[in-house]
């Protein structure tokens, strides 16, 4: 069936967040058409019908399918976290105007967080719940109609009885506001009834009463004539023992000012010290941390003079050795000259001895060439030849065997020469060496000493200064502790004063009547009439300071009622008291006085100005709780004055009330109250007072004896620290001493360092150079050892091929043997020569060999003299650059340790100046405490007069309610005598009044008053009791016109619903008793096709629910909606019901916007748009949609 194109759509969308199993967000956009929810079972769908349910407003969480609301929040899953907060949110279309609001798109949301805050916006805009009932009334739509239907509704309606079944009439006709009214009506007219009953309970006693309390206020008025004259004459009694007090009191006050200006000028002149000494003490500290700045900045000054003094060391050491090593280069150089010079010279004698030899060598040439001659011609045959050729090979042999043998020796002697040259070099080395590491070792130790001793002494110089800083600020301190431990002195004596001032008053009963003072102090003094006595009332309770002024007030002269252990004692003692004419005194007999404690109503204990009963607010022995009940029993204790006259009014002015000001509020409703002076005469808060005394001045004095104790400890601790600096100066001194003496030692060690670093460096150039000639001797020696054994090897085997033919040749050898031997000699002296020409070219070469190397050595020292010499220029400027900053730094520390030596005796001067005016000070103290001792003196005097005074006062304030100045204008020349006189007739004529209700006075016209007022009362209690009559009938009526009528219209809905969902068939409701419409109850009559008619429980299941379903759409027919939910509601019908159901509510689509949660396939068929709710992940609720028109799916958002 073809839907209209321009079909309004009231609920446009539906967006889920964070509600239930919905953790993210999710929109349903809902167009034209059925719009069908479906998923398999624990998917969620139903969700979506408790989100609309609660979005319009569902406050309990059990419809909501939990046991409390923070269950509708999603609380996570095996996946996914808690969410903090749900939110739903309804968008509708307003295009028609429907709702009272000017937007074409109107937004309702709800949202909950965890703490349970909650939230309702419209349009995003924050609203209450209220104004969205009220949005949707008259809208058809709303939590309470039919906008939202669930299988629940299915199912109350089949287990509903018939009288419950007529809530469904009466909610589509819209009565059930009318039953409400009527209910309160009923309830209004109960209430009413049983105020008219009371009235008329009132009326009937107050008419009982006006009667004799006519006759009551009559002698009231004249005993009140009789009790102001009585009272006229007690005043001007009173106001002239006052009188007479005030003259003494004026005397000891004006003694007492006179002190008081001078202990107030004794304090001012202290104080005037005080301020000039805390004055001189700030700047004291100022001075203290200004010298302990310039302590800091000496030392740091002292520390940076020490560093250049160390620097300028290290670098005159190096300026030092610098010198020493050009010293020893020069005297090297001066020797490797002369070393030169002798090389040069020796090389000119062996130039010369060259020459020499040379000549001889030539000579001896020519006379072996002449003997070779000679010797040719012997030699002329060839045995003597080849003897002359062995002769000749054996000589030349046996020379140059003579010449290794006498080189090798020569060779040999040098050799030994230089090993022990080697020998004594090591050993020297050797020598120098371990002197020098046992001087390097003692340099280290010495070097870590003095820096260990320079780092003690910085730490010593550190702890000193702190320990002088700790010092002063301890007795800054100790200088605080003192003032405070002399102001918690005079505080103590201030309180111990005062407290023996009240304890004075309080041992000779100062402020209590004559009587009541002298049976006190005789009981006191064991008299035996009054040992029966317990004492005051004052003495026997215990009262809260905020209550005093209040049970002052209600006892008045009560306080210094006596309270006696039996009618016996206060008989004894008032026989004494007329045996020594001591005055009067009101007694309290235990054993016959008459307590009462009264009864207070409810409305009187619920005001919130009601506090107690006075005798509930005081704490006394159980014994003495008659005495007190009689006393207090009757007395209304309040906060204020506005409490007092309110309870009075509910008591009907019958309770004495007093509040915690003073004020009170007399039985009749007399009122009294005003400002009151509250001085020495106050018993009650001067028993507290000293009992605080006590407790303070115990309190006082072990906080004095703590304070004592932390001065004697700082006194100790400031021993301590003054011991502890000196022991560190002390320390201190030793230390440098020891540094002086070790930097001295440290000094003479490194000088031995370097000059035995120039002697090892001279060792080692000399044992090179041994060591070069050592080695090349040993390589000459080897290759000399070696010819020398060739040489002797042959000479051997010449000599014995010599032999063998010396005997062949004897003859010839004979002669030859002559000239062999000239010949021979003569070699042998030529060889000798060639040798020594040899050797002294081999010396020659040699000479000029060491020339070379001197000369070159000779090169580098200059050179590294020349570097030395720069290096020591550089240190020499460096030591000079040292030596100015030494002088600059010496004047600022110079400069330093002058304006610390000018702040430490401007510091000594401050501190005698100190020292000065805190003996001045105390010498002030003295007599102001000796001032202030007198002061005390006349003020217990004053605070007598003043107590006696207070009390005269205080009786004119309690008893007559007068001041002391309104009492003055009572003054009179009559004597006391003749007034007490005139004052006992009086009360002889009131005694003879008999019993007198003073209160019958005002409570008699109030009475006539107050029985008018209920009169009127009554009158109206009437009227309204028939007004609220004629509203629950017209109520009645209404209810029945509107429920018949709309019983019909429901009635022939169901018919037709009935109809086409049965496809045929008959049902009705029928009315129970019809004579009685706001009672009766509602039967279902159904008729399916093809049965007889019978009662909605006689049909089967699947009928049953049809029924229901049908009897839902009807009530949605007279009751329309312009969008319904269905949440499942034929879950329980059959598959061809399921159709029938279809299709009716698709057909209902085209006029009303149906959203449906189902499973049914029958109903998914029908839908014009399907939406899908799965559980792809656990515990979370997705949604899809599809348009059956186009098949298409798509999540939604």
Same mark, same amino acid.
């Given at each position: 069936?073809?839907?209209?194109?321009?079909?309004?759509?009231?609920?446009?969308?539906?967006?889920?967040?964070?509600?239930?199993?919905?953790?993210?967000?999710?929109?349903?956009?809902?167009?034209?058409?059925?719009?069908?929810?479906?998923?398999?079972?624990?998917?969620?769908?139903?969700?979506?019908?408790?989100?609309?349910?609660?979005?319009?407003?569902?406050?309990?969480?059990?419809?909501?399918?939990?046991?409390?609301?923070?269950?509708?929040?999603?609380?996570?899953?095996?996946?996914?976290?808690?969410?903090?907060?749900?939110?739903?949110?309804?968008?509708?279309?307003?295009?028609?105007?429907?709702?009272?609001?000017?937007?074409?798109?109107?937004?309702?949301? $709800?949202?909950?967080?965890?703490?349970?805050?909650?939230?309702?916006?419209?349009?995003?805009?924050?609203?209450?719940?209220?104004?969205?009932?009220?949005?949707?009334?008259?809208?058809?739509?709303?939590?309470?109609?039919?906008?939202?239907?669930?299988?629940?509704?299915?199912?109350?309606?089949?287990?509903?009885?018939?009288?419950?079944?007529?809530?469904?009439?009466?909610?589509?006709?819209?009565?059930?506001?009318?039953?409400?009214?009527?209910?309160?009506?009923?309830?209004?007219?109960?209430?009413?009834?049983?105020?008219?009953?009371?009235?008329?309970?009132?009326?009937?006693?107050?008419?009982?009463?006006?009667?004799?309390?006519?006759?009551?206020?009559?002698?009231?008025?004249?005993?009140?004539?009789?009790?102001?004259?009585?009272?006229?004459?007690?005043?001007?009694?009173?106001?002239?023992?006052?009188?007479?007090?005030?003259?003494?009191?004026?005397?000891?006050?004006?003694?007492?000012?006179?002190?008081?200006?001078?202990?107030?000028?004794?304090?001012?002149?202290?104080?005037?010290?005080?301020?000039?000494?805390?004055?001189?003490?700030?700047?004291?500290?100022?001075?203290?941390?200004?010298?302990?700045?310039?302590?800091?900045?000496?030392?740091?000054?002292?520390?940076?003079?020490?560093?250049?003094?160390?620097?300028?060391?290290?670098?005159?050491?190096?300026?030092?050795?610098?010198?020493?090593?050009?010293?020893?280069?020069?005297?090297?150089?001066?020797?490797?000259?002369?070393?030169?010079?002798?090389?040069?010279? $020796?090389?000119?004698?062996?130039?010369?001895?060259?020459?020499?030899?040379?000549?001889?060598?030539?000579?001896?040439? $020519?006379?072996?060439?002449?003997?070779?001659?000679?010797?040719?011609?012997?030699?002329?045959?060839?045995?003597?030849?080849?003897?002359?050729?062995?002769?000749?090979?054996?000589?030349?042999?046996?020379?140059?065997?003579?010449?290794?043998?006498?080189?090798?020796?020569?060779?040999?002697?040098?050799?030994?020469?230089?090993?022990?040259?080697?020998?004594?070099?090591?050993?020297?080395?050797?020598?120098?060496?371990?002197?020098?590491?046992?001087?390097?070792?003692?340099?280290?130790?010495?070097?870590?000493?003095?820096i260990r001793l320079v780092k003690q002494a910085q730490v010593a110089e550190r702890d000193e200064l702190v320990l002088k800083t700790d010092l002063n600020k301890l007795k800054g301190l100790r200088h605080e502790k003192g003032l405070e431990l002399q102001k918690h002195k005079n505080r103590t004596d201030q309180a111990r004063a005062r407290l023996h001032a009240l304890q004075s008053l309080e041992d000779s009963l100062e402020?209590?009547? $004559?009587?009541?003072?002298?049976?006190?102090?005789?009981?006191?003094?064991?008299?035996?009439?009054?040992?029966?006595?317990?004492?005051?009332?004052?003495?026997?309770?215990?009262?809260?300071?905020?209550?005093?002024?209040?049970?002052?007030?209600?006892?008045?002269?009560?306080?210094?009622?006596?309270?006696?252990?039996?009618?016996?004692?206060?008989?004894?003692?008032?026989?004494?008291?007329?045996?020594?004419?001591?005055?009067?005194?009101?007694?309290?007999?235990?054993?016959?006085?008459?307590?009462?404690?009264?009864?207070?109503?409810?409305?009187?204990?619920?005001?919130?100005?009601?506090?107690?009963?006075?005798?509930?607010?005081?704490?006394?022995?159980?014994?003495?709780?008659?005495?007190?009940?009689?006393?207090?029993?009757?007395?209304?204790?309040?906060?204020?004055?506005?409490?007092?006259?309110?309870?009075?009014?509910?008591?009907?002015?019958?309770?004495?009330?007093?509040?915690?000001?003073?004020?009170?509020?007399?039985?009749?409703?007399?009122?009294?109250?005003?400002?009151?002076?509250?001085?020495?005469?106050?018993?009650?808060?001067?028993?507290?007072?000293?009992?605080?005394?006590?407790?303070?001045?115990?309190?006082?004095?072990?906080?004095?004896?703590?304070?004592?104790?932390?001065?004697?400890?700082?006194?100790?601790?400031?021993?301590?620290?003054?011991?502890?600096?000196?022991?560190?100066?002390?320390?201190?001194?030793?230390?440098?001493?020891?540094?002086?003496?070790?930097?001295?030692?440290?000094?003479?060690?490194?000088?031995?360092?370097?000059?035995?670093?120039?002697?090892?460096?001279?060792?080692?150039?000399?044992?090179?150079?041994?060591?070069?000639?050592?080695?090349?001797?040993?390589?000459?020696?080897?290759?000399?050892?070696?010819?020398?054994?060739?040489?002797?090897?042959?000479?051997?085997?010449?000599?014995?091929?010599?032999?063998?033919?010396?005997?062949?040749?004897?003859?010839?050898?004979?002669?030859?043997?002559?000239?062999?031997?000239?010949?021979?000699?003569?070699?042998?002296?030529?060889?000798?020569?060639?040798?020594?020409?040899?050797?002294?070219?081999?010396?020659?070469?040699?000479?000029?060999?060491?020339?070379?190397?001197n000369e070159l050595t000779l090169a580098e020292k200059k050179q590294k003299k020349d570097s030395i010499a720069q290096s020591r220029q550089n240190v020499e400027e460096e030591l000079e650059s040292l030596r100015q900053q030494l002088v600059n730094q010496s004047q600022i520390q110079e400069a330093q340790q002058y304006a610390l030596m000018k702040s430490r005796q401007a510091r000594e001067e401050l501190s005698s100046r100190?020292?000065?005016?805190?003996?001045?000070?105390?010498?002030?103290?003295?007599?102001?405490?000796?001032?202030?001792?007198?002061?005390?003196?006349?003020?217990?005097?004053?605070?007598?007069?003043?107590?006696?005074?207070?009390?005269?006062?205080?009786?004119?304030?309690?008893?007559?309610?007068?001041?002391?100045?309104?009492?003055?204008?009572?003054?009179?020349?009559?004597?006391?005598?003749?007034?007490?006189?005139?004052?006992?007739?009086?009360?002889?004529?009131?005694?003879?009044?008999?019993?007198?209700?003073?209160?019958?006075?005002?409570?008699?016209?109030?009475?006539?008053?107050?029985?008018?007022?209920?009169?009127?009362?009554?009158?109206?209690?009437?009227?309204?009791?028939?007004?609220?009559?004629?509203?629950?009938?017209?109520?009645?009526?209404?209810?029945?016109?509107?429920?018949?009528?709309?019983?019909?219209?429901?009635?022939?809905?169901?018919?037709?619903?009935?109809?086409?969902?049965?496809?045929?068939?008959?049902?009705?409701?029928?009315?129970?008793?019809?004579?009685?419409?706001?009672?009766?109850?509602?039967?279902?009559?159904?008729?399916?096709?093809?049965?007889?008619?019978?009662?909605?429980?006689?049909?089967?299941?699947?009928?049953?629910?049809?029924?229901?379903?049908?009897?839902?759409?009807?009530?949605?027919?007279?009751?329309?909606?312009?969008?319904?939910?269905?949440?499942?509601?034929?879950?329980?019908?059959?598959?061809?019901?399921?159709?029938?159901?279809?299709?009716?509510?698709?057909?209902?689509?085209?006029?009303?916007?149906?959203?449906?949660?189902?499973?049914?396939?029958?109903?998914?068929?029908?839908?014009?748009?399907?939406?899908?709710?799965?559980?792809?992940?656990?515990?979370?609720?997705?949604?899809?949609?599809?348009?059956?028109?186009?098949?298409?799916?798509?999540?939604?958002?």
């Amino acid at each position: 069936m073809a839907k209209p194109e321009n079909f309004p759509v009231f609920l446009k969308g539906i967006h889920i967040q964070g509600f239930k199993s919905f953790a993210d967000s999710v929109k349903l956009e809902l167009g034209q058409g059925l719009s069908v929810i479906v998923g398999p079972n624990g998917s969620g769908k139903s969700n979506i019908a408790d989100a609309v349910r609660w979005v319009l407003g569902e406050q309990s969480a059990k419809s909501l399918r939990g046991s409390k609301m923070e269950d509708i929040i999603f609380s996570g899953s095996t996946q996914r976290r808690p969410v903090g907060m749900a939110e739903v949110s309804l968008i509708f279309d307003n295009t028609t105007g429907i709702f009272p609001l000017d937007f074409r798109e109107v937004t309702i949301t $709800r949202r909950v967080y965890r703490d349970g805050e909650g939230q309702y916006l419209i349009n995003k805009a924050a609203c209450r719940l209220k104004d969205i009932q009220e949005l949707f009334m008259d809208t058809g739509a709303g939590k309470e109609g039919f906008s939202i239907i669930g299988q629940g509704r299915v199912e109350e309606i089949l287990n509903l009885k018939s009288e419950e079944r007529r809530s469904l009439i009466e909610e589509a006709a819209g009565i059930t506001k009318y039953r409400s009214r009527k209910r309160e009506a009923l309830k209004r007219l109960d209430a009413t009834t049983l105020n008219l009953q009371r009235i008329d309970d009132i009326v009937q006693e107050i008419e009982g009463q006006l009667t004799p309390l006519a006759a009551q206020a009559q002698v009231a008025e004249q005993s009140l004539a009789l009790a102001s004259e009585q009272k006229r004459l007690e005043i001007q009694a009173v106001v002239l023992d006052i009188s007479e007090v005030k003259q003494k009191l004026s005397k000891a006050a004006q003694d007492f000012d006179i002190l008081k200006a001078d202990a107030v000028e004794a304090q001012a002149s202290l104080g005037t010290k005080e301020s000039l000494n805390l004055t001189l003490k700030n700047e004291l500290q100022g001075l203290e941390d200004e010298i302990q700045q310039k302590q800091e900045e000496a030392f740091l000054a002292e520390q940076a003079l020490n560093s250049l003094k160390h620097e300028q060391t290290l670098r005159q050491e190096r300026f030092n050795y610098f010198d020493e090593q050009s010293a020893r280069l020069t005297q090297e150089i001066l020797l490797d000259q002369e070393k030169l010079d002798y090389l040069q010279q $020796r090389i000119k004698t062996l130039v010369a001895k060259q020459s020499v030899l040379k000549h001889t060598v030539e000579e001896s040439l $020519r006379k072996v060439s002449e003997l070779e001659q000679r010797l040719s011609e012997v030699r002329e045959n060839t045995l003597a030849k080849d003897i002359d050729l062995i002769k000749a090979d054996l000589f030349q042999a046996l020379t140059e065997q003579a010449n290794c043998s006498n080189e090798l020796t020569g060779t040999r002697h040098t050799l030994s020469s230089l090993n022990q040259q080697i020998l004594h070099i090591e050993q020297e080395q050797e020598n120098k060496e371990l002197e020098r590491q046992s001087l390097l070792e003692t340099g280290k130790t010495k070097e870590e000493e003095l820096i260990r001793l320079v780092k003690q002494a910085q730490v010593a110089e550190r702890d000193e200064l702190v320990l002088k800083t700790d010092l002063n600020k301890l007795k800054g301190l100790r200088h605080e502790k003192g003032l405070e431990l002399q102001k918690h002195k005079n505080r103590t004596d201030q309180a111990r004063a005062r407290l023996h001032a009240l304890q004075s008053l309080e041992d000779s009963l100062e402020g209590y009547q $004559r009587g009541v003072r002298e049976v006190m102090l005789a009981k006191k003094k064991g008299i035996n009439p009054c040992q029966g006595l317990c004492g005051t009332v004052v003495d026997l309770i215990t009262v809260d300071e905020k209550y005093e002024l209040a049970l002052e007030t209600a006892l008045g002269a009560g306080m210094q009622n006596v309270v006696a252990e039996n009618e016996q004692a206060a008989k004894q003692a008032i026989a004494y008291l007329k045996a020594h004419q001591l005055g009067r005194v009101t007694f309290l007999p235990l054993d016959v006085i008459q307590g009462h404690r009264m009864s207070v109503s409810q409305a009187v204990e619920r005001d919130p100005g009601y506090i107690g009963l006075g005798v509930d607010l005081v704490t006394y022995e159980k014994l003495y709780r008659p005495a007190m009940e009689f006393l207090l029993g009757r007395i209304v204790v309040v906060t204020d004055m506005e409490a007092a006259t309110r309870i009075a009014r509910a008591s009907g002015y019958k309770l004495r009330i007093v509040t915690l000001e003073g004020d009170q509020v007399f039985p009749g409703g007399s009122l009294s109250g005003g400002s009151i002076q509250r001085k020495g005469g106050n018993l009650l808060a001067r028993s507290r007072e000293i009992e605080a005394l006590r407790v303070s001045l115990m309190q006082l004095e072990k906080d004095l004896t703590i304070k004592e104790q932390e001065c004697l400890e700082q006194d100790q601790r400031q021993k301590e620290l003054q011991e502890s600096i000196e022991a560190l100066g002390r320390k201190l001194q030793s230390e440098k001493e020891l540094q002086v003496k070790l930097k001295s030692e440290h000094e003479n060690v490194l000088s031995q360092i370097r000059r035995l670093a120039g002697d090892l460096l001279g060792l080692g150039l000399r044992y090179e150079e041994t060591t070069a000639q050592k080695n090349d001797l040993l390589i000459r020696l080897a290759s000399l050892t070696e010819q020398m054994e060739i040489s002797e090897k042959t000479s051997v085997y010449l000599r014995e091929k010599f032999n063998s033919r010396e005997s062949e040749a004897k003859v010839v050898a004979e002669e030859i043997e002559t000239y062999v031997e000239k010949l021979t000699q003569e070699k042998v002296q030529l060889a000798k020569w060639e040798q020594e020409l040899t050797q002294c070219r081999e010396q020659l070469l040699q000479e000029r060999k060491g020339i070379q190397e001197n000369e070159l050595t000779l090169a580098e020292k200059k050179q590294k003299k020349d570097s030395i010499a720069q290096s020591r220029q550089n240190v020499e400027e460096e030591l000079e650059s040292l030596r100015q900053q030494l002088v600059n730094q010496s004047q600022i520390q110079e400069a330093q340790q002058y304006a610390l030596m000018k702040s430490r005796q401007a510091r000594e001067e401050l501190s005698s100046r100190v020292f000065e005016l805190e003996r001045e000070i105390n010498t002030l103290r003295q007599g102001a405490h000796s001032l202030e001792q007198r002061l005390h003196a006349h003020e217990i005097r004053v605070v007598r007069w003043e107590t006696e005074c207070q009390a005269g006062v205080t009786r004119l304030s309690e008893e007559f309610s007068l001041t002391w100045e309104e009492g003055l204008l009572y003054q009179t020349e009559e004597e006391k005598t003749v007034l007490w006189k005139k004052v006992q007739d009086i009360k002889g004529q009131i005694e003879a009044l008999g019993p007198i209700n003073q209160a019958a006075i005002e409570e008699y016209p109030k009475i006539l008053k107050r029985r008018e007022f209920m009169l009127a009362q009554q009158n109206d209690l009437v009227e309204a009791n028939q007004t609220l009559r004629q509203l629950i009938s017209e109520l009645d009526k209404t209810m029945s016109e509107r429920f018949i009528e709309s019983f019909t219209a429901v009635n022939k809905a169901f018919q037709e619903v009935f109809k086409e969902l049965f496809d045929g068939g008959h049902a009705e409701l029928q009315l129970v008793d019809p004579e009685r419409l706001l009672e009766t109850g509602v039967e279902i009559i159904a008729q399916p096709p093809g049965k007889r008619p019978q009662l909605l429980s006689l049909l089967s299941g699947g009928e049953r629910a049809l029924t229901a379903i049908a009897i839902l759409f009807a009530l949605l027919r007279v009751k329309p909606s312009p969008f319904c939910i269905l949440d499942e509601i034929e879950a329980s019908l059959d598959d061809a019901n399921v159709q029938r159901f279809a299709k009716y509510i698709h057909r209902l689509s085209d006029s009303t916007q149906f959203v449906v949660v189902s499973h049914r396939k029958g109903t998914m068929e029908s839908a014009d748009v399907l939406y899908g709710i799965t559980m792809e992940e656990s515990g979370v609720s997705k949604l899809l949609s599809v348009k059956l028109d186009g098949r298409q799916e798509t999540p939604v958002a």
